[in-house]
């Protein structure tokens, strides 16, 4: 029930924010205690078991807690960021929003309400974050109507179901799986799928980034990829000819993705780019089955952790310098220096080394479907996504402009200070994971035959 519980307290969080919406700070506040409340309730509360809810069920696993309390105590400390330097109501009412859809996605044993919830999730973080994502929210769009024919469409291939035996439960099983496929692609924003949620990002609100392009896509990936692994459809992407293809597309979008972090110059461009990167494994793991998963929401925890941290440190220092573009940006080390930390702890996180979790679970999914030399190319492209903030550390080297040198009051001084702090702490979240004090297990041996997975059967 603590999941229910979860979604009840953001629910309940963003009806207080809609109440103070005219008042940005009281608005951002009472997010920052909702989220803060569901952190703690699934951080606290023991794992219960499976609860009825009318013909389906309510589970509970560790999986779902580990990413609820990463959602959720991300995205209050960016919240408290953005409401200390650029505070807005519409970011707390959007992430109590997510985690309320997320909550309820992840502990719904139903896959056809939790795969549509999943994906209506982005749609409603879209609509919500203003007119520069209307052409990603078309995109997003399609994804709940595509998920939710696949699932029925693969009823008709399940064991037992009279109307499409033979041949007929084949073919039924295989287009469901491509249009699965096809969401995901859709949802992650693989090329040549990204050119909307990337234009959108360019002028996109710094703070919505991580709740239009990261948790809520990869929410969505996540239960694709456990509904193909282990819904009615498991196995029908095992052949060589689909591996191949995935395999193709998911590697050739990170190498892409690699190149494109060097030439951006908006730092609303480069948060969608590596996050489209990162997803971009969630693509692959779709041909690695179920021995992918556990790899695989690691892997998307930690994404979303630093990627998270990067939103908030991109926030802090566009408001301290007067500008999102690198070349707005110049000095910001010397005008903000408790941020160089706030850079670099994300950065090293989501990067890894050899035998850190992250490390370990990104080349797992990668060695899972292609051959060694092919992997350590697409594992190194990869981890070249953090090449594109080498020059955000340069930038910050250089001399700063008299726009940033402009005085401020005593107020504002302790804001972005204390705003620093937060940024430096929301950092340090995902090295906590990438130095193995939490979740490590997850890419263990025995892994792949735990049961963890959302659809698993009580």
Excluded: K
């Amino acid at each position: 029930m603590i999941p229910l519980v979860a979604a009840l307290l953001a629910a309940v969080g963003a009806l207080a924010v809609l109440l103070v919406r005219g008042w940005p700070r009281g608005a951002g506040l009472a997010g920052a205690v909702a989220l803060s409340a569901v952190t703690a309730a699934v951080l606290v509360a023991p794992v219960e078991a499976p609860v009825a809810l009318g013909e389906s069920q309510s589970i509970d696993a560790p999986l779902i807690r580990l990413w609820l309390s990463a959602l959720a105590g991300s995205l209050a400390l960016i919240v408290v960021v953005a409401m200390l330097v650029a505070p807005s109501p519409g970011l707390p009412l959007l992430a109590c929003v997510l985690v309320t859809a997320t909550a309820l996605s992840l502990t719904i044993a139903e896959p056809a309400t939790a795969l549509t919830l999943a994906a209506a999730t982005g749609v409603l973080a879209l609509a919500g974050a203003g007119r520069t994502w209307q052409g990603a929210y078309r995109q997003a769009a399609l994804v709940p109507g595509i998920a939710l024919a696949a699932v029925l469409l693969a009823s008709l291939a399940a064991p037992g179901a009279p109307d499409a035996p033979g041949a007929a439960g084949s073919s039924a099983a295989a287009i469901a799986a491509l249009l699965v496929v096809g969401a995901v692609a859709l949802r992650v924003g693989v090329v040549p799928l990204h050119l909307l949620p990337l234009r959108a990002a360019r002028t996109a609100p710094l703070p919505m980034i991580p709740l239009t392009s990261v948790w809520a896509p990869y929410l969505f990936g996540l239960l694709a990829a456990a509904w193909l692994a282990t819904g009615p459809v498991a196995g029908v992407l095992e052949t060589a000819v689909a591996r191949d293809v995935l395999a193709i597309i998911g590697s050739l979008t990170i190498v892409l993705a690699a190149l494109a972090m060097l030439v951006q110059d908006d730092l609303g461009s480069l948060l969608s780019v590596h996050a489209i990167g990162d997803g971009a494994l969630v693509v692959l793991a779709l041909a690695g089955g179920a021995a992918a998963l556990p790899a695989l929401i690691l892997w998307l925890i930690v994404s979303g952790l630093a990627r998270t941290a990067l939103a908030a440190w991109s926030l802090a220092v566009a408001a301290r310098m007067g500008g999102r573009r690198i070349s707005e940006i110049r000095g910001w080390i010397e005008r903000a220096p408790l941020l160089l930390s706030g850079l670099l702890l994300p950065v090293v996180a989501g990067l890894g080394w050899p035998g850190s979790p992250p490390f370990e679970a990104r080349l797992s999914i990668v060695q899972g479907v292609m051959p060694g030399e092919a992997a350590v190319l697409v594992a190194g492209a990869s981890m070249a996504l953090a090449l594109g903030y080498l020059r955000l550390a340069w930038a910050g080297i250089g001399s700063a402009d008299a726009v940033s040198a402009s005085p401020a009051g005593r107020r504002r001084r302790a804001a972005r200070w204390v705003a620093a702090g937060l940024v430096l702490a929301l950092g340090a979240i995902p090295l906590v994971v990438t130095l193995g004090l939490v979740a490590g297990d997850l890419t263990g041996p025995a892994a792949a035959a735990a049961d963890w997975r959302p659809f698993a059967a009580p």
